[in-house]
C-alpha cells in the first residue's frame, strides 16, 4: 500500500504515510485515509520519509486536506521531506499553510 | 463459428469434417495450401485448421499468407500434423500457427482446443472493440478540444506577444495542459505579461484559464497595474476553483520609461533578469499560487527590479526543467542556470533555452506542457494612438461634462484612481482611441500629486543607480501615513469641431516645490533639456498638451489636451 495511516493512543493525532511517488495515483487512497478518520483526530502529520516525488496534484490533496481540517484552523505538519519535495513545497510557499517540519 | 479445413487426404479431411460439423460448427473444406487461401479470402472463416503437408502449397506458407490476409483479425490457426519432432512443430508456430493437433485425432482434445480458441477470439475482438471506442473516443476529444481552443483564442487572443521584444514558445492545446501565457501593452507604456500553470489538465484547466484571461485582457486596457490585475484573477479563482485546484504564476509589468521591472512570483520556477552585462538576478516564487488564499490574506507585493533597454527577463513552466530526456532524467533547474550563465555577448536567452531543450529530449518538438517567454526591455517610445477603426458604439456618448473627483486619507495609499478616471474619458465619442496619450496625461499628474506632492519624494533618487528599488521601497513606507492629504481632479471636457478639448486640474495636499525656475524654462521655450525636473513628469505633459499651468505652491497643475477624429471618423462623425 503506497498510504498507510496510524492513530495515535489518545486518538487525537492521525498519522499519515506516504511511500512512493505522492502524484494523482494516490489520489483516492490519500483522501480516504482522511475522511474515513475518527472526529477525535484534531492533528494531522503527513509523514514523507518514504515519498520519493511530490507533483501538483498532490500539492492539491494537501489542500483538501487542509480545507477538510478546517482551512485556517487546521493543524497539520509535514515531515520528513526529502530534498526534493521540500523544494517543491517551497516553491509553492506552502510554509505559509503548513508547518513544514 | 465458421472453421477452414485444409487437408489434402480425402479420408482424414472426411473424418475431421464430422468431428468438427458435431461440434456444431460449419466446415469448408480445402484440399491444398492454395485452395485454402483462396477459399479464406472468400469466405473469412473464425478458424483455421491447417495439414503442414500438402502440394501445391504446403501448410507453412498458406498459414503465412491467411494470416497476413487477416491483419488485425484474430483468426487462430492450428495445425494439423503427424510430425513430432520439436523441431518440426516450433516452425508450425513460427510460420504463424497458434497450435497444433498430432493425428490421429482426439476427438475431446480437438473440441476442447477450438473451445479455448474460440474464447481467445471473442476476449480479442472485445479488446479491439474497446480499443476502436477508445480510439473514436480521443478523436472526438481532440475536435472539441480544437473547437474550444478557437473559443478561447477569441478571449485569450495574443494580445501583443508577437512585439518584437517578446519572444515565446506556447503549444497550440497548452492551455489543455494548464499553462497559459498572456502579454498587452498597458495605456501609456509598458507591457504586462503573465505566465500561468494550472494544477491538472484537460477541461477544469482550461476552463479556469478562461476568467483568468478576460480579467488579465479587460483589467490592463483599462490601465489596471500588476497588483490589482494579480488580486482580482486570486479573488476570481479562489471563488471559482474546487479546493485543492489553483494556478501557480509570474506577473511582470515592464515599465520602459523607469527601467524598471515589477515581478510577482507564486509557485513557478525561478524567473531570470538576465542584464546586457552579463548579470544574472534570480525572480523566486515568493508568493503561494493564485486561488488558493481568500482575498484578504492574498499578497501582491512586487520584487522591483531595475533594468536597462536590453536587458531580457526569462519566465517559464516547471515543464521546462521537468522536461524527461530518453532516460528519464530533467534538465533540472541548474541545467536551466547551466544555459543562462553560458550566454555569450548578444545571444538571446530564448535561442539558446529552445536549443538545449531540443538537444536535451531530443525531438524537434517540445512538450504541450512547457511554455517559455522571454521578455526585452526597449527604450521607451512616445505613446502611440490606436490605429483601429472607431467602433460605431464610440461615436455616441457624453461630450460636454464636469466631474471633480478627490481621493482622501486612506484611500490615497489603498486606492489607484487612473482606471476609473481613464474610463470616464473613454466614454467621450472618438476619444477611446487615444486611450494611451489620456492615461499618460492622467498617471503623470497623479504620480506628480502622489509621489512628490503628498509623499514628497525626490525624483533624483529615481535616476541614481539602483535608486529605483530605493525609491519604491520609501514609497511604500510612506503611504503608510496619508493623514490629512488629499488629490483632487477636475476633468472637463468639451466638443469641438472635428475633436474635442480636455481640461484637467490635479491639486494636491503637498508642501509643493520650487516651480519658478521651472516656469521659466518655459517661458524660454527651451528644447527637452531640463533633466533636473524630468521626474515630475512635467517635461512629458507639456510635450503633449496645448497648455500647462502650474499655480499656487506648485501643487495645482492645469493641463489643456486638444485632439482630433482620425481621419476616416470624420467623414462617418459628421
Redesign the interface.
Known sequence: MPIETRRSDDGKTLTICVEGRFDFSTHQSFRDAYEHSEPTVSHYVIDLSDTTYLD??A???L??LR?HAGGDGARISIENCNSDVRRILS????E??FSIR | MKVLLAEDSASDRLILARLVSRLGHAVIEAEDGTEAVDLFRETQPDLVLLDALMPRMDGMEAARQIKALAGERLVPLIFLTSLSGAGDLARCLEAGGDDFLVKPYNRVILEAKINAFNRMRGLHQALSDQRDHIRRQNQQMLDEQRTARRVFDNIAHTGCLDAPNIRHHASPLSVFNGDVLFAAQRPGGGTLVFLGDFTGHGLPAAIGAMPVAEIFYGMAAKGFGAPDVLREINRKLRRILPVGMFCCGLMVEADFKHNSLRVWNGGLPDGWLLRAGGDRVAVPSRHLPLGVQEPDQFSASMTVLDAAPGDWLVMMTDGLPEAPNSGGESLGEEGVLSVLAGLEAGQEPFEALLARMQQHTGKPELADDLTLCCLQMVRAEAPEAMPDKIPESALTGPADWRCVYELREQTLADFNPLPLLLHICMEVPGLRSRSGEVYTLLSELYNNALEHGVLALSSEWKTSPGGFSRYYQERTRRLGNTDGHFIRFSLEHQPREGGGTLTVVCEDSGDGFDFTEYSDTVMQQQAASTGRYAGRGLEILRRMTRNLKVHGRGNRVEIVYDWWFPDAAIISGA
Open positions: 501538483s496534484s500539492l492539491g490533496m489542500l483538501l480545507d516553491i509553492s510557499n506552502f505559509q499553510l
